[in-house]
């Protein structure tokens, strides 16, 4: 595999189209779906001049896009999927409120999914989707600090590395291939001691044996002001945001039709399903096979913790995360697979409080406030990022797992691409929903 170069630049060059220029006849394109996936793509296709409309039934409303980790994650190029996963999944299922859960109701919709997640479990299939992920993934600044300084939220991002902490010496050397296939991709993997973990943040306690810095993992302040800022800025610039729940899409000879939730019709040169978790039932009435289930996540926000952290601090034994937002301390984490109907069990954010405090015996639990989202999860943790089958009209941009905020820009730049017919600087043959199906099949 070829080792990807993580150049800031390196890939930025390609001309966008002036919304001044006339050059061309403006082409109309509706986005489905206001999360910073949706609204990402908007940005590109409104900085390369099409007139855009955006259409969420709740285009304020609460969304995995706003109440996310915070972490631009680009370090984070192993899969969900790797060889002998399957022997701590007992573990983590075993324990009720613990990193893993599955809701017996759902599981039988399930077994496609988990079945496809087991077959790319193999060593070739982690190197191959590895190399997509690290491929998508060193582009994210090049895409992303444009983006945030054009809309106002240059400020609103914190380039202060990430850091996973080790209670157990075990801990580390199970982790160390991963570490070892990351460092191969261009990550720079720096490994501290007790000492150096407690001097980067002084407010972790004696349980953390040992760390791992990695500088160019990075975090905002708030990600629903990141959606809010850039989605207002995209009204104040021209979208259209709609609010209606899309329920069909029809291509057309030009374009496609939409019809909306009541029987309104509208319609648009270029569509881009950008609707999360809730993607695969437009793709699938499309004819598109799509694998993509919720992974519902968990965390509490902690207005005024009594500690102190400057980073996002990952606890890799216990698979959670803690990071300093603008609004207070956000302890997150958990993998359920229960289905989008299901209603959360805000246990699993109290438990990751109680856990927390092994780490940071300072924290004050007073006031956190609870939230949940769905993760849209496929199975090889490859977002789908690519036309429809049916349409090159329909463009698909979802299932981005646990890397929506961190890919959202670069996404919105391959879509933007793929609009106006441009060449996209990285292979997008690993995102087609083609792997989907039979023909295309790699799962
Ligand atoms: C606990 C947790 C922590 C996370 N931490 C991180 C992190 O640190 N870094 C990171 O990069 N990612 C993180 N993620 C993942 C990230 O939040 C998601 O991948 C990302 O937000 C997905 O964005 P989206 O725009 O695709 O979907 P969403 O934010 O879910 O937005 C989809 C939108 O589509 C709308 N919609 C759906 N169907 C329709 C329809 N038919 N008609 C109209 N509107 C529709 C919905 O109303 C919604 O507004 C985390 C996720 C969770 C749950």
Known sequence: MDTVKWIPGACATHPLKNRESNEMAVMSVTVVGAGIVGLSVAYEALQSGAAVTIIDRNPEGDKASFGNAGGIAVTEVIPASVPGLWKKVPFWIADPLGPLALRVAHTPHLLPWLWSFARVGTASEVLRISGALADINSRVYDDLVPLFNKVGLASDLFRKGALTVYESESGLKRDQPDWD??????????????????????????????????????????????????RNWLAANGAQI???????LNPTTDGAAITLDGGKVLRAAKVVIAAGAWSAQLARQ???????????????????????????????ERKFVATPLSIGLRIGGAAEFGGLRAAPNFKRSKALVKLVKLYLPGVKEEGGVEWSGHRPATPDSLPVIGRSGPSRHIIYA???????????????????DLLFERQPCLDVAPFSVARFSQKGRRQ
């Open 398 to 416: 979802f299932g981005h797992g646990h890397l929506g905020l961190t890919q959202g820009p670069t996404t919105g730049k391959i879509v933007g």
């Open 286 to 316: 499309l004819g598109d096979r799509v694998l993509l289930e919720s992974e519902r996540g968990y965390n509490t926000t902690i207005a005024s913790p009594g500690v102190a952290l400057e980073r996002e601090v990952i606890f890799a």
């Open 181 to 230: 296939a990351k460092r191969a991709l261009g990550v720079d993997v720096q490994e501290l001691s007790a000492a150096q973990v407690r001097e980067l943040e002084p407010a972790l306690g004696p349980i953390v044996k040992s760390g791992v810095f990695t500088p160019q993992w990075s975090h905002v302040s708030d990600p629903k002001k990141v959606v809010d800022v850039l």
């Open 242 to 248: 709609l609010r209606g729940q899309v329920d069909r």
